[in-house]
């Protein structure tokens, strides 16, 4: 068997965490079983560029129980699990090769190797392999049924590739999932990223002004978190309609000009630049701290503060002080990355669970479909949407009520 | 000036309630002045069927302050706040046809009243006008540029008319703007169903377990709406995702089946029919409570509990009991009708608010853009719906952000 | 028998209301039913002087039950239901003398018509009955065992009399048990405070800023239920202590200086005078809401807001709007009294059980050990307050812990 | 100067801890400002025992500032951070005497070595050094004004002494005021708890049945946090007042028994033993989630759960994992010791601020008005509890209103 991974001596490590990720990964189990049943992958060829972690762990093992073959390559040379990677190989023979903190032509290296393999399908957290397949290995393309995506970044280079017309196979965004979204956005986002500024700081928030700034589906669950600690929540938005439900849903809204002079914690999931700058620092009050939610480290302008700080110091692990000339402190958590992975552990299993049920029945959907798709990016079917929530809920010993004849009747008349 | 109303003498009560519901129709005043500014209606010949109450008057004259001749008639027989009409007759010269239970007959005469006008653009609720125009006055239909319609009900009539090719002017359907939707159903339903309940029976909800049947955007607010009044809340679902945020929201969630054990309160909000039936009467509690806000009365077996029932009273206003041969009562809230309409006074005037601005700006839309549209129900666009939100801020006094020009480049990079 | 009231005719309609608050009054029934079966009270004269309500009859018959003979006089000449005193007579034999609208020499002849009863137990609302026992009566005084009394205001009269050494029979005090506080200020004042605000105006409260002057029990019930309705919460203050479990509960607090800025309704129920005030009333928003919920009308300074105001209107029952020169438009509801008596029910039923179960074990409590108690105020025995909130919980078929004797030995070992 | 710490090279680190603990001691850093004013403690010797950590060492300092000289042992062999006494010999010469992980005999020398001293003021947290001081040092008495002391326990035992007669000078009991009660018990229990259930286990609470057994000020505290973060909140209680008012605050009551075939997180804070136990386990979901947060280890029955469990193993720090016969799981976290402080990092700052100006308030009135006091246990007086409250308002740059004359006079006239 191929593989390039650190050490192999870190397998028990590994399992321990697969172990654990797998008992809050009810879904993918519930998947897993039916799986190992009807093996509806049987023999099929997977490579899959996925963040090497346990909880990827649970999903590859899944698709193996279906009888798929697979092949599994990091998606970001810095997120592998060296442990994990170790386990798939001696425990499980999955050809792994990921090595947390390889460089740059390594991990390209690692993509090719695993589209040696010949895939039929393909998995894909950011398009790398995708791209890749389509730009260096024409030639295997025909062999390809479909493939699927995990993200946002992902799906725009995918989608903008299917309006060129170069995109040579069906894709499944993932992504957009109503499953997905509601952990991954709300409740993943809602919870994890005020456990990153608890641990970052270890601050009571009970009493304290927490400035929201966007109020999409994750600055939604971050301001009901914040809400549900005891904060009094203010909200900036640039679009009217979401600014008005922030105040509907019992949240001060106003402009940053003016949140600044309130805030003592502000958090930005905007995804634009520089929503908090310059001007902002110079009014905020001394011990706020700033946090980013958003997906790149440009929503607070660090470069602004770096230059408007007459002293600059690291009190405290993910936490960096701002003095400023007049006394006044800021604080910058988490570098201004994401501060629910740097600070605190990203997203729990529960929202990977939901996340990757979605990729294992769109696997098995494409196996099953390919054909009548187009070469476009497509949404996850809304079958297997209430599918994956029905399975949750399953999951959970929960059970809800079903439509009677009758009422089936009743909602077509019309 | 032609009109048929119930009694003029009513006017200056009816003048009361008018002014009433504008202090809280702040966005219908902020565009009344811009029209009263710009007249861009100006001699356009506008025909409305509507519901007439204090709410519709200040829509109605706000369109006659953007320079249109406007006729009114009732949108249903029992709706009309005769004060009202009486008042719109006498201070605002608004010819205006209904009187408050008045038979089928009259109805009808009054929509061919409102038509003899030639209109330009018709306005519904209920899309009773439109289809009289269509059936009945073919040579009217060369003058119309366009129709704007309220409900869900009468969108669904139109559309049917437009799928068929029978529609022959361009409807705005109002019943889908984001603003119309977050107040009417998030927070209109959610606090007026609270409000009819405890006026039905001055109960006090803190530490009550209340059933929602339906998690749509009105079973989120009524839920939404019960917790905050202490009550810990149950949702029943057939919808395994609606299921699944219910849940994730905090909610415990099962099947009617099970909730009939725990719930002290049942509300239905489905949109289906017999939600709770015959073999949910028999098992629960004594003392519980049923009331419906969905649209219709069926959504409560309400055959199946008189016919259970070994006795009926009526033991306050908008209650009656049913008890049964083992013992135990239920009390049935508003016959089972929208316990909110019924109970309560319905949506505040700030909802209305925001449907009614929906309605004006709307026909203004219609006036300037008939040309370009297809004979189909098309929505409210965006930016209508963004402006009304606007508005709503600006009528609060609260600020929001705006995009800088290096925002707005950054959005579009990709 | 004895009695005056204004129409025996009304007693079915009486008896009807008796019967639909006794379906909220489990506890109360709990108590009747052992009552019934143990007659604590066997031949017990008993004179009471309370509000002749729905739920005040369901106590006198559960007192009635338990073998005592009872007579009734209204504790106000407005708060009598005078269908109920109907069916007390016609029904139940209970001596009762109340009119709606007495007099007030009709209202303290009443009083003395009980007390010529020689009640060995006397039960009061305000102290009015025991001040006329002690002032006229003093024969009597020596059959006399003990007395209970309700509100705060009598148990300051009594208490000042036992100061004096002029007090003549202990009184247990049922204002102060937990189970009365718990139900009747936070979620009794909490509920029917925001209800009553509401009905008077049709409101829709989400997404407004509120006011709460007083965080007091009361204070933490209202905010509460209007943070659960959507409102942003603001609390007043002039205790540091209780300004700072608001801000840490997750208002905001600030002066009401600061507060008129913001506030789109205001709620007064703090206890003190001129807790809003001219200097208020002039930089208030336009259309702000003013209630009260304290005991007294003199929270808001109803006589600066007649003076400051140059128009004066009555738009909707229980609301009155002041015009001011500059335009604005200030609303006051209930006209500053109770808004939740005035323009909602008050206290539902369920908060009159537990009062009432309170008075119903005092009274069971007195007759017992009224050796032992000295002539004085004292609080209901912490026993009687836990075997209420024991028959609630029963009442509503929840079962909770006890502790094991190796737990009680535990507890004990320190 | 003598002392006794494990290595001066930590001082820098030390001093780096001190001043981050600072931004978030509001409160004190105001009465350190007054303190270096006023001078209230001029040349007044201070023996502290407590936890050296670096929010006791800004109470120190604080102290030191008011012309204290003070000399500060660990309170706890374990609780020592060895910086932080780096930080106070280098930096601030307060003679320290803790070496984390020193063994008994040292402790107890050390506490000897501040007694040395001849203090006339002793601050305390668990009575070592008080009893210490009684038992031992009986000539030192004569010198002793006064004492503090932080913890339950330690009043526990201080009142022993007192009822005894053998208590020798009056003690302060910090434990027993409401700003300490309040950040304490509700709001730093209730957030740290979660936070340590968070940090164990990267679970997501949203959707989770959360089981908190207790309802004193640390249950209402962990309830609400639980249910700010999506859960659904069953309480178990032995006290029916208690338990109905978790009822009435929205949450499930149940007995234990029925609890455990709910729940999927269960937290343990009632002050008793075995509150969960062998039967229990037994019937609990595979999967759940065991945390305690009461004082001592035993409220969870951990003997049984070993002795019941087939399979022990430790999935992830702080978590062990019981696998019974029957296949399901159980997760202990912290090994049942108090998972906020095992877990997570225990009490935020801002909740030592407030409990650490409590000690310093009430040291200053121990040196005024020690003459007045009786060799007893007193509570903090309300005036100084007020004033920290004031004092945390002020710092967080909030105003509250303050009676008028007229109103005192209003609020006397009773």
């Given amino acids: 068997m191929q593989y390039e991974i650190k050490d192999i001596q870190l397998a028990d490590k590994g399992q321990q965490r697969i172990d654990w990720a797998r008992q809050s990964m009810g879904v993918l189990e519930l998947i897993r079983k039916r799986f190992s049943k009807e093996r509806p992958l049987d023999s099929i060829r997977i490579s899959a560029c996925l963040h090497v972690t346990a909880e990827t762990a649970n999903l590859?093992?899944?698709?193996?129980?279906a009888g798929a073959h697979i092949r599994l390559a990091a998606a970001n040379p810095l997120s592998t699990q060296d442990d994990v990677a170790a386990a798939l190989i001696r425990f499980h023979e999955i050809p792994t090769f990921a090595i947390k903190g390889e460089d740059n032509a390594t991990y390209l290296r690692h993509i090719q190797s695993i589209l040696d393999w010949h895939p039929q399908i393909v998995m894909d957290d950011g398009a790398d392999l995708i791209c890749a397949l389509h730009a260096d290995r024409d030639l295997l393309i025909s062999d390809v049924r479909g493939g699927t995506e995990e993200t946002a970044t992902g799906i725009s280079r995918l989608r903008s590739m299917a309006q060129n017309g170069v995109l040579r196979f069906p894709i499944v965004s993932v992504n957009d999932a109503?499953?997905?979204?509601?952990?991954?956005?709300?409740?993943?986002?809602?919870?994890?990223?005020?456990?990153?500024?608890?641990?970052?700081?270890?601050?009571?928030?009970a009493g304290l002004d927490v400035v929201v700034a966007g109020y999409g589906w994750c600055g939604k669950g971050i301001a009901d978190r914040a809400k549900g600690l005891g904060a009094n929540v203010i909200v900036t938005e640039v679009d009217p309609v979401r600014a008005l439900e922030a105040l509907m849903d019992g949240h001060r809204v106003m402009s940053m000009d003016e949140a600044v002079k309130h805030g003592n914690v502000f958090i930005t999931v905007t995804g634009n630049k520089t929503v908090i700058g310059r001007e902002h620092f110079k009014r905020m009050k001394t011990g706020a701290l700033l946090a980013n939610a958003g997906h790149?480290?440009?929503?607070?302008?660090?470069?602004s503060l770096e230059s408007e700080a007459v002293r600059v110091s690291s009190p405290r692990e993910s936490v960096k002080e701002f003095q400023f000339a007049d006394g006044r402190r800021l604080f910058l958590l988490a570098d201004g990355r994401l501060v629910n992975l740097v600070a605190a552990e990203g997203h729990p299993a529960q929202v990977m669970d939901m996340s990757f049920a979605n990729q294992a029945l769109s696997v098995e959907y494409l196996k099953n479909y390919y054909m009548q798709l187009?070469?476009?990016?497509?949404?996850?079917?809304?079958a297997i949407d209430k599918e994956i929530a029905r399975l949750k809920l399953e999951s959970m010993g929960i059970?809800?009520?079903?439509?009677?004849?009758?009422q089936e009747d009743y909602l077509n008349h019309w």
């Fill in 60 to 65: 590859v093992l899944a698709l193996k129980e």
């Fill in 178 to 205: 109503d499953t997905k979204r509601l952990f991954d956005n709300r409740f993943g986002t809602g919870q994890s990223t005020l456990d990153g500024i608890i641990r970052a700081t270890n601050h009571l928030l």
């Fill in 296 to 303: 790149f480290d440009v929503e607070i302008d660090i470069p």
């Fill in 374 to 382: 187009d070469r476009n990016v497509s949404a996850v079917p809304p």
């Fill in 399 to 406: 059970q809800i009520d079903s439509l009677s004849r009758e």
